[in-house]
């Protein structure tokens, strides 16, 4: 089956430091690939896609790169905010069309 | 827009209790979904339905039921609840597998 490993948090940065939040799966095909974030008290939201290899995703200065021969989707901002403090997911589907999960990788940003 | 709609928000259970979860989405979407977050597991998918009319197991499905009431609603029961299953809810829905899913603002479960 599919499944996905995170980078471990929680992950504390200076405001302006680089981001990567690492992430890679497993998968008996090639799925569509997600990042989604979580802020404080609420729901998920889509953060940014990729839907083949090579593609690459990207929203409010995040980038992320599907790397079809390392199985990975990397999360890359180059300057981060106090307001990118939040919960990342990486997100791929699964070849039964599920929506699988990271653990979540928590950063904080500081002044 | 109202996207996804959960309720209730919040829920305090005595073990051995029944309560319904309900999620109802407005985007015409196919496909829905529930899931759990707990603390370091990120979130684990209980059950999914393709389309209405089905519905699949996910990874934790055990302790729970599922019914697509139609293409609008999907609604999650805990027929005893157990304080395992303390948890936070979310339903989501997308147009179709393998497209970007709409996450509700979730439900806090508590089983005491």
């Known amino acids: 089956g599919n499944s996905v490993t995170q980078m471990e948090g929680p992950v504390t940065l200076s405001e302006e430091a680089f981001l990567t939040i690492n992430c890679t799966y497993t998968?008996?095909?090639?799925?569509?690939l997600f990042w989604y974030v979580q802020y404080p008290g609420e729901g998920l939201q889509l953060l940014l896609k990729?839907?083949?290899?090579?593609d690459k995703g990207s929203n409010k200065g995040f980038e992320a790169t599907y790397r079809k021969e390392t199985t990975s989707f990397h999360l890359e901002k180059g300057s981060v905010q106090v307001s990118d403090s939040a919960v990342y997911f990486c997100?791929?589907?699964?070849?039964?069309?599920?929506?699988?999960f990271g653990q979540g990788t928590e950063l904080s940003v500081k002044p | 827009n109202a996207g996804v709609t959960q309720t209730p928000k919040f829920q305090v259970l005595k073990t051995g209790q029944s309560m319904t979860l309900q999620c109802a989405q407005d985007?015409?979407?196919?496909?829905m979904y529930w899931y759990r977050q707990d603390p370091g597991m990120g979130l684990r998918l209980i059950y999914y339905?393709?389309?209405?009319?089905?519905?699949d197991k996910g990874e934790v499905p055990n302790g729970y039921n599922v019914s697509r009431l139609n293409k609008r609603e999907f609604s999650l029961r805990l027929e005893s609840a157990a304080p395992s299953q303390t948890s936070v809810y979310f339903c989501?829905?997308?147009?179709?597998?393998?497209?970007?899913?709409?996450f509700g603002q979730g439900t806090r479960l508590t089983v005491v």
């Open positions: 989501a829905s997308s147009r179709e597998g393998y497209t970007e899913a709409f």
């Open positions: 998968a008996t095909g090639y799925p569509s």
């Open positions: 990729a839907t083949k290899a090579d």
């Open positions: 997100a791929p589907y699964n070849q039964g069309g599920k929506l699988i």
């Open positions: 985007m015409n979407h196919n496909s």
């Open positions: 339905s393709a389309s209405e009319g089905t519905t």
